[in-house]
């Protein structure tokens, strides 16, 4: 059982940048981060291999958003998130599993989730 903790989500203003982070207690193949905006369905955000070489992202994401995993040794996942919309407002969901799909159903563990606000 991998435990999966996420950290750094708040309120910022549109064209703000904020940066979450993400702390598993296991290795797995793939890291992802979804997130999820009141009465709308949980949506892939962007998912990187263990050794932090390979990343995705969604179209709506791109040119915008940076997933990273400095050390291949260590479990620590980052998503830094530039040009803040509005519609970026979620709660944001870091994954952990042995598929890099964009489907979070392919994905074993999941964090609690932490609120990212972004106010017009």
């Known amino acids: 059982q991998v435990q999966v903790v996420e950290s750094g989500g708040g309120l910022v203003q549109a064209g703000g940048s904020l940066r979450l982070s993400c702390a598993a207690s296991?290795?797995?193949?793939?890291m992802a981060w979804f997130r999820q905006a009141p009465g709308k369905e949980r949506e892939f955000v962007a998912r990187i291999t263990w050794n932090g070489i390979a990343t995705t992202y969604a179209d709506s994401v791109k040119g915008r958003f940076t997933i990273s995993k400095p050390y291949a040794a260590e479990n620590t996942l980052y998503l830094q998130m530039r040009s803040l919309k509005p519609e970026d407002t979620a709660v944001y969901y870091c994954?952990?599993?042995?598929?890099?799909?964009?489907?979070?159903?392919?994905?074993?563990?999941w964090g609690q989730g932490t609120q990212v606000t972004v106010s017009s």
């Open positions: 994954a952990a599993g042995s598929h890099g799909s964009a489907t979070a159903l392919e994905y074993d563990y």
């Open positions: 296991g290795r797995t193949p793939f």
